[in-house]
Structures are given as structure tokens and as C-alpha cells.
């Protein structure tokens, strides 16, 4: 298996615009997680889906992101209108269960200037 | 509140010592706890998991102990070697927190000197 894919590895925006990140999981995995990581607040979760349906987005810093998994295979994590403080490492994650091993992706470098 | 503190930033060590890192929780109640590896632009690697019943765990040059009553398990690397140098994450689940995901520590930077 190839692992957790994400794309892209880097993504450099200006303020106020659109970015939209992509997530493949590690098939037969039935639990996805974003996660955020910086420096100062270390890796956090964002959100997680188990089988597509979104359960705990209580991470997700504000209504400006958004995120999706419209399928098994494939999930996006939007950011609009993206700001600054949004730069950040952003990684996708998959498990079999949700507090068991995580298999993380390479993970996107975001810099919105 | 809920806090998972591992014990520095960074710590250096020479290499062929042992490296002792530290991750201490505050109000979780863990079924079992992990460490992954952290290196710079990677994601997180899955090391070891240790359950709440385990007292200590092995793999090779890892050895991982956790203990329930200080709320603290202990992550060492013996005859350690400039390629063991990375970030060390610690990762409870939420048993207990009614969430049912990982929380990780903010991670200790490991620098393994020739």
C-alpha cells in the first residue's frame, strides 16, 4: 500500500483566497483525521469521519474551514477565505479504529502571505 | 483542564548513551498510550503502544514503560545513534474524555551527537 497520499506538499496563497487540500487514506481504513501542526500548539485535530460521516469537528478553528469526504477514498479540508494564521503544517491521518494506530500522510506546508 | 507535557523542547545526548524522554498527563484516564516518530517534513511514524495494564514494552532499542498512578510513561533508546535523532511524540486515546480520537503531546526534539 502506498500509504496516506496527500496533495499538495505545498501550497503558498495570498490572504483571502481559496485553498483546498487532499487526503487519500490507507484503503480498508475506516477512520480519517486532520490535523494542524505549528510550533506553538503542537499537532491538533481538526476533525474526524468514520465511514465518510463526520464525528468531531469540534476542532476546526472557525467557519472559514470546511471538510469533506465524499467517498471512502478521498478527502478535502477548505480553507476560504484563507488568512495568515492559517499557515501551518496540515497532516491527514487514517486507523482502523479511532484511538488505535494512526497512519499519517507527508502532510501539506500552507503559507498564506 | 486535560494536558499531555513532554518533559523538553529538545534534548542532546551522546551518542551510544541512553535517551530517557518523559510524557506526564493530567486528568485522562488512558486505555493505552503510543509514541510515534516525528522527523522534519515527515508525518508522524507509529513506534510502540503500550496498554494501561502493560507495565513496559520493547522493540529492539526501545523500550517504553507506563505508569498509571504518576500519569507518566517513559519512552528510553539505548546505545543510542545520530539516525535515532527526531521529534518524539506521546499520544493518549480519550478514554474517558467522552472523545474517542488521540490527543498528542507537543513532542521533545531529540539530537543524538556523534
Known amino acids: 500500500d502506498a500509504g496516506v497520499i496527500q496533495s499538495p506538499r505545498h501550497e503558498v496563497t495570498e490572504m483571502g483566497q481559496e485553498v483546498t487540500l487532499r487526503c487519500k487514506p490507507i484503503?480498508?481504513?475506516?477512520?480519517l483525521f486532520w490535523y494542524r501542526q505549528t510550533m506553538m500548539r503542537g499537532l491538533e485535530l481538526l476533525i474526524y469521519?468514520?465511514?465518510?460521516?463526520?464525528?468531531?469537528d469540534s476542532g476546526m478553528p472557525e467557519d472559514r474551514f470546511s471538510a469533506k469526504m465524499p467517498n471512502a477514498s478521498f478527502s478535502t479540508l477548505k480553507i476560504q477565505p484563507s488568512e495568515p494564521r492559517d499557515s501551518a503544517v496540515y497532516f491527514c491521518?487514517?486507523?482502523?479504529?479511532?484511538?488505535?494506530?494512526?497512519?499519517f500522510g507527508p502532510g501539506t506546508r500552507l503559507l498564506v502571505l | 483542564s486535560q494536558k499531555i507535557e513532554q518533559n523538553s523542547e529538545a534534548l542532546n545526548i551522546q551518542e551510544g548513551k541512553t535517551a530517557t524522554l518523559t510524557c506526564n498527563y493530567t486528568?485522562?484516564?488512558?486505555?493505552?498510550l503510543q509514541w510515534y516518530r516525528q522527523d522534519p517534513g515527515r508525518g508522524p511514524v507509529f513506534l510502540l503502544l503500550?496498554?494501561?495494564?502493560?507495565k513496559e514494552k520493547r522493540k529492539e532499542r526501545l523500550k517504553v514503560t507506563f505508569d498509571t498512578t504518576l500519569k507518566q510513561s517513559l519512552f528510553h533508546i539505548t546505545a543510542s545513534q545520530p539516525a535515532d535523532s527526531a521529534t518524539y511524540l506521546c499520544?493518549?486515546?480519550?478514554?474517558?474524555?467522552?472523545?474517542?480520537?488521540?490527543?498528542f503531546g507537543t513532542g521533545t526534539r531529540l539530537t543524538v551527537i556523534p
Open positions: 491521518a487514517s486507523s482502523l479504529s479511532p484511538g488505535e494506530t494512526q497512519y
Open positions: 484503503s480498508g481504513h475506516d477512520y
Open positions: 469521519f468514520n465511514n465518510n460521516v463526520p464525528i468531531d
Open positions: 486528568n485522562y484516564s488512558p486505555a493505552y
Open positions: 503500550i496498554r494501561e495494564n502493560e
Open positions: 499520544a493518549l486515546d480519550g478514554a474517558g474524555t467522552g472523545a474517542n480520537n488521540l490527543f
